[in-house]
């Protein structure tokens, strides 16, 4: 076991303000979804538990949501599905992030589709035709809810064109499809956000900033997508291989570098996860509940929005799998129960605006604190990639100038912590879930706070704790 030392100090001159823009989007897989009373009950006990405010999804535009169909050779457009989504989402104050995707069969110059639902991936045959369906859909949706209400809105246009799957187009094909949006949305409401190339691996991002300069069209925000497995490995690895050929804190590394290409405009990731396998089995374990506590954090100060894909398992991309625990993207499994991932973004919800620095480093843990009047907070991860060194850490952690100390209680995520999955095996992995077999994997994946008794010597409150592989903990000193 390894032995660090972590030193908070509390100066209120030295704090600097911690933006909770992890909370500002989530992802969830595909538009109808939301037309679910699962769905629906899902994202509102994420709206209150984790505080998310957006919520993005594909396919607002696909055949199945009837937005423009051709009936006998008819086009018929219909928002009232859209309409029904927007109006459950602003019912629990939440917003739409819109991805304006995929074509709609009757505008489509192709027949080529993605994902089981046949979403249409290539360009428009007529740019006209596009123009039209998005005047109708925006002047439709300012009507119904206004212009102040819809200026609050992000407009993305497409997802991932910069991969064949997504889109047959060419890079300039996807950059006259912007332009034709980009132009039909802020002349309906200016001060609509309107952003792209929504692309994977951080692509395009300096192509687009050139081309919105060049032909003078509105940028509101940059969007891209990144994911611990992209471009590592090599072909017919699988996700762990993936993972393990990765490297550490590869995540902020690219966050920057977006950053420093979109200079003064927006950054907003619409698509980051632990690896981009939608059954991927870290995705259940606390091993993905440390990696985002380090990966979220690390991103202060390069993003304005990090939306983690995707906020539920009732996710049908490939297939819908009804298995209690299949490695789903999801923070719920599709019964609703919270996966340690879950309870990563509950902690970090819980976290002061004011963060404060702490002096220490070590080979696998990572450590962050806030402070307000009432308490002072400490969250820490033991975090590695898979087949990468880690083990136990011993923590001897001091907190200077935090003044008298009410109490204190330590949270933890582990193996032994807030870890449904454990439960779920010991019932012998069922691939059907009773009611009583649901609360009893819900009990299991709650949060415990367990009293901390610190040492406090000459104003400095001392504490030991440890830390067991892919794990986290989060301290609150009460004052």
């Given at each position: ?323 209690p625990f299949h490695g789903g993207f999801g923070l719920q499994t599709i019964h609703g129960i919270p996966k340690p991932s879950y ?110 008794t610190p040492l406090v010597e000459d104003g400095t409150v001392f504490l030991n704790i440890s830390i067991p592989p892919q794990g ?8």
């Amino acid at each position: 076991m390894n032995t660090v030392d972590f030193t908070c100090a509390i100066d209120k001159d030295e704090q600097k303000p911690l933006h909770h823009y992890w909370e500002h989007t989530v992802g969830s897989g595909h538009a109808t979804m939301a037309l679910r009373a699962d769905w629906q009950q899902q994202l509102t006990k994420c709206r209150h538990d984790l505080g998310f405010r957006y919520v993005r999804f594909h396919g607002i535009l696909c055949d199945d949501m009837g937005t423009l169909v051709d009936e006998k050779d008819k086009l018929v457009y219909s928002f009232h599905n859209i309409d029904v989504i927007i109006d459950f989402l602003l019912s629990i104050g939440m917003r739409p992030f819109i991805e304006l995707s995929f074509m709609p069969t009757t505008l489509a110059s192709g027949d080529k589709t993605t994902f089981h639902y046949n979403a249409n991936v290539t360009p428009p045959k007529d740019y006209d035709a596009w123009e039209k369906l998005i005047n109708k859909l925006v002047t439709h949706l300012v009507n119904r809810y206004g212009k102040n209400e819809v200026g609050q809105w992000f407009f993305e246009v497409w997802n991932e064109p910069n991969l064949n799957s997504f889109w047959t187009g060419t890079q300039a094909d996807y950059f006259k499809l912007y332009m034709h949006t980009a132009k039909v949305v802020k002349n309906i409401c200016p001060s609509a956000k309107i952003g792209g190339p929504a692309t994977a691996k951080n692509e395009w991002i300096t192509e687009m900033v050139e081309f919105a300069k060049k032909e003078e069209l509105s940028l509101d925000f940059i969007s891209t997508h990144h994911y611990p497995t992209d471009a590592f490995g090599s072909p017919g690895d699988n996700t762990i291989e993936q993972l393990a050929k990765s490297r550490r804190s590869v995540l902020r590394d690219e966050a920057s570098e977006t950053k420093k290409k979109a200079g003064n405009i927006p950054v907003y990731y619409t698509e980051w996860s632990a690896s981009s396998n939608p059954f991927d089995e870290l995705h259940d374990e606390p091993y993905s509940a440390a990696f985002i506590v380090k990966t979220v954090l690390e991103a202060n100060g390069y993003v304005e929005g990090y939306s983690y894909w995707t906020f539920s398992d009732l996710f049908e991309e490939n297939y819908f799998s009804s298995v209690p625990f299949h490695g789903g993207f999801g923070l719920q499994t599709i019964h609703g129960i919270p996966k340690p991932s879950y309870r990563a973004y509950q902690l970090l919800h819980k976290l002061g605006n004011n963060q404060v620095a702490v002096a220490g480093s070590h080979q696998t843990v990572d450590a962050w604190a806030t402070c307000s009047k009432q308490k002072i907070q400490m969250l820490l991860s033991n975090s590695a990639l898979p087949k990468h060194p880690i083990q136990t850490a011993i923590l001897k952690i001091s907190v200077t100038g935090a003044g008298n100390i009410k109490g204190g209680y330590i949270e933890r995520i582990d193996d032994d912590h807030a870890n449904p999955l454990k439960t779920w095996k010991a019932m012998g992995s069922p691939a059907d879930l009773l009611p009583l077999q649901v609360h009893a994997a819900e009990a299991a994946s709650m949060l415990i706070k367990e009293p901390l008794t610190p040492l406090v010597e000459d104003g400095t409150v001392f504490l030991n704790i440890s830390i067991p592989p892919q794990g986290v903990a989060c301290i609150t000193l009460e004052l």
